[in-house]
Nanobody, 127 residues
Framework: QVQLVESGGGLVQAGDSLRLACAAS????????MGWFRQAPGKEREFVSA????????NYADSVKGRFTISRDNAGNTVYLQMSTLKPEDTAVYYC?????WGWGSVAQSTGGYDYWGQGTQVTVSS
């Protein structure tokens, strides 16, 4: 079993930056593909970004490409999402996700690609 705890959410203004962190426990972190998803009120949960076990492969939703950066610290069992130039439409609950089934250099972009989920952290961007 994998436990994921997100932190770093908050209320910011448009144009500001924020860094989310997700601490993982319960399994060797380097054997987990990690992802970030978000869910706005009344909307489906959507993919934001993912990073492979090695950290060598990353993927981003078109809506965040060039503004968000995912990274991981395998020694510290933590994955990060650096968010810059935030927009009101980035407002959502952000969820960290993990899965062990994917290959060393692979990432997954669908919610079905992850077995483990955090409780979420709220990000609110005011205009």
């Amino acid at each position: 079993q994998v436990q994921l705890v997100e932190s770093g959410g908050g209320l910011v203004q448009a144009g500001d930056s924020l860094r989310l962190a997700c601490a993982a426990s319960g399994r060797t972190f380097s054997r987990l593909t990690m992802g970030w998803f978000r869910q706005a009120p009344g909307k489906e949960r959507e993919f934001v970004s993912a990073i492979s076990k090695s950290g060598g492969s990353t993927n981003y939703a078109d809506s965040v490409k060039g503004r968000f950066t995912i990274s991981r610290d395998n020694a510290g069992n933590t994955v990060y999402l650096q968010m810059s130039t935030l927009k009101p439409e980035d407002t959502a609950v952000y969820y960290c996700a993990a899965d062990s089934r994917w290959g060393w250099g692979s990432v997954a972009q669908s919610t079905g690609g992850y077995d483990y989920w955090g409780q979420g952290t709220q990000v609110t961007v005011s205009s």
